[in-house]
């Protein structure tokens, strides 16, 4: 038996709860990446985080924060938005979370599929997403999903797929 996922817009509680973790978070990443120096990096995530997440966590036509649930119990937190990167729109993957225990049971590979889908009724023929390169599982995900390697931008890697001609 396969497994199913759904998706829901984040309650406000779960947009704050969301918002801490994600900077700080973040915060770690860029620095490990080489990015940004220790100093700066809480406030450089802060920016970073206040102008790419829809206001209040209230998703837009392009920008969606979800709640990720199978049989009705949260499995992580999905969330993209569209930017013009290099001339065309890109359906942009900001993040992909999978709650500890969730990890390993094919909830990855489905949110990929799910946001595939909804791109491409959406119109849209582009999917892109920045994967650190310490992510050696995250990136072998991707690549089995098709993902493409685009630019490497030394500590990241940015990740395409074409999913229609344009």
């Known amino acids: 038996m396969g497994v199913t996922i759904t ?3 984040m309650k406000e509680e779960e947009f704050g709860e969301y918002k801490k973790t994600s900077i700080k978070e973040y915060a770690k990443e860029i620095v490990t990446a080489g990015r940004v120096s220790e100093d700066t990096a809480v406030e450089e995530a802060s920016k970073t985080f206040e102008s790419l997440t829809p206001e209040n966590g209230k998703n837009t036509e392009k920008n969606c924060l979800y709640i990720v649930e199978a049989d009705g119990i949260r499995v992580g937190i999905f969330w993209y938005l569209i930017q013009n ?5 890109v359906a942009f993957i900001a993040d992909i979370r999978l709650d ?4 390993g049971k094919g909830y990855g590979r ?3 599929q799910f ?3 909804e791109a491409k009724d959406k ?3 582009v999917l892109g997403l920045n994967v650190f390169k310490d992510n050696p ?4 995900l991707y690549e089995s999903e098709d993902y493409k390697i685009a630019v490497d931008s030394g500590g990241s ?3 395409i797929k074409r999913i229609g001609n344009k």
């Open 157 to 159: 890697l940015y990740m």
């Open 7 to 9: 998706t829901r817009e």
């Open 123 to 125: 119109g849209y023929k």
């Open 100 to 103: 500890e225990a969730e990890r």
């Open 137 to 140: 599982a995250a990136i072998h």
């Open 110 to 112: 489905k949110i990929l």
């Open 85 to 89: 990167i290099l001339d065309e729109d």
């Open 115 to 117: 946001f595939e889908k």
